[in-house]
Structure formats: structure tokens, C-alpha cells
């Protein structure tokens, strides 16, 4: 473990080189952060998740899924500092040609379930930014500070550029022959209230989040799942709906196969996927690129210890390194370009979303980013 100062001078350092990198904070690991470094330009490329290391997939999965090999690690304990200044204002929402262009994808959306060719899509937009005078890693610092409880990364690769998010929300974490993920839907302001009350439209896309998610995971040969009651979950400003999800994992079903049978999740896509999905790529307008894509370390080498004493020489006897992997859906996440930050925000549509809302929902989590630039 180095020093974070010394930590932060090696991602800089990276990024001069024009050298491929990543940081990120695991909600799990308290003020542990992580990196991987990459000593060359080479394209690391997923072949069927074997690999080792962190790694950063599209929403297209015909697009290739690259990876930063788990070669170089550093590790550092970082407390965000309570100087680190986080806007209380936030950009204004794009001008009003955006909302309507957003509105009549919803639209599109609604009849296209309404004529039963899914039964529900997620649509999405963008917005770019002014970001003058910042740079990542400050960025990436007031995104620690601001969001704990998220997975929060900066990854750097020259072929496909520099990126920085804070997701709530897990594709899958595996160790050993336990598997954990979620499913997330419907969102709503957090106003600090003590009743939250949700709407038929979020119950239902919950439900239909759940199901799926549960189907997938039977098809992929998995048979042991449990899944928790709906319950509420906080997310920055944001409210969501959510269920927790474990299963005991089969040897004989691959790793990749499940990632495969997940991605991307109704939550990010729609169901059923494949339909949902040729809707997006046709009547989006722009390339999500690695939005609602999914990153995280894969197979990485993990110390586990029975007994988290130190003292007790004896069971420290009984650590052991397994293979670790944890996968996060790429939500509330950013692209850095010269001076400028291309912010994604979606939402998911059902049969009964109302356009309007389905509009102010997307200027909400656009908050979640915007308020650290």
C-alpha cells in the first residue's frame, strides 16, 4: 500500500504517457482504493472471461470488451478530504429542441410495447458539459467524496478514452461458488421523506426486472437462487426499487456464460433483450459506447482470511487466495473530451410511463454527475 499522494502521481503520470490505467473504489472496501496499470498501448481484448483483470465492456456486445491486465497493482486508503468542495448547482438541463427529441422517443417507445414488440425498453440521452479549469482526477475525487456507497471509477485507455462513474448498481459478484446481484428499477427523487411511496409504473418495471434477471440466471444452468423482497434503496439524490439476488454457482457453468446471459439487464436494455435492444441501436440517434455497459475485476487473485484478527496467529494460518470477480452495470457515468464532459442518463419505459415524467426522470440522474462538475 502507497501513500495517496504518491498513488495519484502514478494515474497522472499514466496519463501523460497516453497509457491505459484504472482506479476505482468498491462500496465494500470502505477508503480502500485500487489500481492497474498498463505499461504500453496493447489492446487487451475478452475472449470468454478467463482473464485476469479489470475490465470495461460496451453495451454492444458486438463491440470488443477490453481489458487492463492485473499485472501492476497499486493500493492506497483514501479519505476524502472535507476541502473537497462538491457543486451545490447544477447545469440546467439541455434546451428545449432536447426535451421534445427525448419526448418523442418515449413516444416511440410506448407504442412499440403498445403493439407487443416488447415489453419494455430502457431509452436514453446525452449532454455535454463545459469543464474548464478540472481535470479527472479532481473529478473522480469529488465522485469518492459525494457517493460512498457507489462503485467509483476513473479508467483511462487511448482507443477508447477517459471515463469516470458512480453506479449503484451490480451485475454480478462472484466468489468461490456464491453469486450475488440485483435487480434495480424505478427511480424517484429523494426528498428525505419517511414513507416513500412508488408507483404502479416503477412496481411493474421492478417486477419485470426481477423476472427476468431470474430467468436468465436459470437458463445459464444455475438452480439454487434466492431473491429478497422489494425493498427501497438510496442512491445519491436519487430513490430506487430493489431485490437482492444469490445463487450458488454450478462448476460446470462458466463465468462468461452468466455474464453473457445478464448483459445487458433489463434495467439498462429491456425485455425481451434481443428486441429491446435492436429498438435502442435503431431509434437512440447516438452511440452509447460503454453507457450501460458493464466493468469491474474479473478473476482477480483475493486474499480471505477465517478470522480478520490480526492477533490470532493461528487462523491466519487458515487464509487462502480465491479468484474474485465484481461487475457493475456502467450507470451514472461520464466521457471526458478536451475541456468537455459527455454525461448519459436514461430511463426505464413501460406501457403506462408518461413522457413527461419519463423527460424529468432523465434530468434527475443527470444530477447525480453534473454536481461534481
Not at 475472449?47 to 485476469?52: R, W
Not at 479508467?155 to 453506479?167: D, E, Q, R, S
Not at 422489494?230 to 455474464?259: C, F, M, R, W
Amino acid at each position: 500500500m502507497i501513500a495517496p499522494e504518491d498513488f495519484f502521481l502514478k494515474l497522472e503520470n499514466q496519463f501523460k504517457q497516453d497509457l491505459p490505467f484504472v482506479a476505482y473504489k468498491d462500496p465494500k472496501e470502505d477508503n480502500l482504493l485500487k489500481a492497474f496499470l498498463q505499461f504500453d498501448p496493447k489492446r487487451h481484448i475478452v475472449e470468454d472471461f478467463t482473464e485476469s483483470g479489470f475490465v470495461f465492456a460496451p453495451f454492444n456486445s458486438q463491440n470488443p470488451t477490453y481489458y487492463i491486465p492485473s499485472d501492476f497493482p497499486l493500493t492506497t486508503e483514501f479519505i476524502p478530504s472535507d476541502e473537497l468542495e462538491v457543486n451545490s448547482q447544477v447545469a440546467p438541463a439541455l434546451g428545449i429542441a432536447n426535451k421534445i427529441e427525448h419526448i418523442e422517443l418515449v413516444k416511440k417507445g410506448i407504442a412499440a410495447i403498445k403493439a407487443h414488440n416488447f415489453q419494455k425498453v430502457v431509452l436514453s440521452r446525452k449532454e455535454t458539459i463545459s469543464i474548464k479549469n478540472q481535470d479527472a482526477f479532481s473529478i473522480f475525487k469529488k465522485l469518492l467524496r459525494k457517493y460512498p456507497t457507489a462503485f467509483v471509477y476513473v479508467f483511462y485507455h487511448p482507443n477508447i478514452g477517459l471515463w469516470l462513474g458512480a453506479t449503484p448498481e451490480i451485475l454480478l459478484s462472484v466468489q468461490r461458488n456464491k453469486l450475488s446481484t440485483m435487480a434495480l428499477a424505478g427511480t424517484q427523487k429523494n426528498n428525505d421523506k419517511k414513507h416513500v411511496l412508488w408507483g404502479e409504473k416503477e412496481k411493474e418495471e421492478q417486477e419485470i426486472v426481477t423476472f427476468s434477471i431470474l430467468k436468465n440466471l436459470k437458463d445459464s444452468g444455475i438452480t439454487k437462487i434466492k431473491a429478497s423482497d422489494v425493498y427501497t434503496s438510496t442512491a445519491g439524490n436519487l430513490l430506487h426499487l430493489k431485490t437482492d439476488i444469490e445463487a450458488e454457482l454450478d462448476a460446470t457453468v462458466p463465468i462468461g456464460k452468466i455474464i453473457l446471459a445478464l448483459h445487458p439487464t433489463p434495467a439498462v436494455c429491456g425485455l425481451p433483450k434481443e428486441s429491446a435492444k435492436s429498438f435502442i441501436l435503431k431509434n437512440e440517434g447516438y452511440e452509447r459506447e460503454y453507457y450501460s455497459g458493464f466493468l469491474g475485476a474479473l478473476n482477480i487473485n483475493t486474499e480471505t482470511k477465517r478470522n480478520p484478527n490480526k492477533r490470532n496467529q493461528e487462523n491466519r494460518a487458515y487464509s487462502s487466495v480465491v479468484k474474485k470477480t465484481s461487475l457493475f452495470v456502467n450507470l451514472r457515468c461520464m466521457k471526458l473530451t478536451s475541456e468537455k464532459a459527455v454525461v448519459f442518463i436514461g430511463g426505464g419505459i413501460t406501457k403506462d410511463s408518461d413522457p413527461e415524467a419519463e423527460w424529468e426522470e432523465t434530468v434527475n440522474k443527470a444530477e447525480t454527475m453534473k454536481a461534481v462538475l
